[in-house]
């Protein structure tokens, strides 16, 4: 299964690497590139995935459903506080518990 799932992903990568080639805006703007004097190197990614699908007729197996585990509240601590700060990132001072 794992040569039909890679047949595919490659089909699909390049359809859109075709799809972008051909496409008059992205060609038009590496075009204004190269008269600037630049090269320009365009990488996309993408994350495709590929599941299963039951046979027809074949019995479909149902997940059963769990209560969903209560959410605990947490504290944002002086530590975790002084990481933020380190990090550039402003946390609020409140005294509200989140949730």
Do not use: H, Q, W
Not at 10 to 32: F, G, H, K, S, T
Not at 54 to 80: I, K, L, S, W, Y
């Amino acid at each position: 299964m794992d040569d039909v799932v890679n047949r595919f992903a490659r089909e699909l990568a390049d359809a859109i690497a075709a799809a972008v080639a051909e496409n008059a805006e992205v060609e038009a703007c590496r075009e204004r590139v190269r008269a600037a004097g630049y090269d320009m190197k365009v990488s996309l990614e993408a994350v495709v995935g590929f599941v299963s699908r039951p046979a027809p007729g074949a019995p479909v197996r149902t997940a059963t459903a769990r209560a969903a585990a209560p959410r605990r509240a947490m504290e944002v601590t002086a530590n975790d506080r002084r990481f933020l700060r380190s990090l550039r990132i402003a946390a609020d001072e409140t005294t509200e518990r989140v949730e």
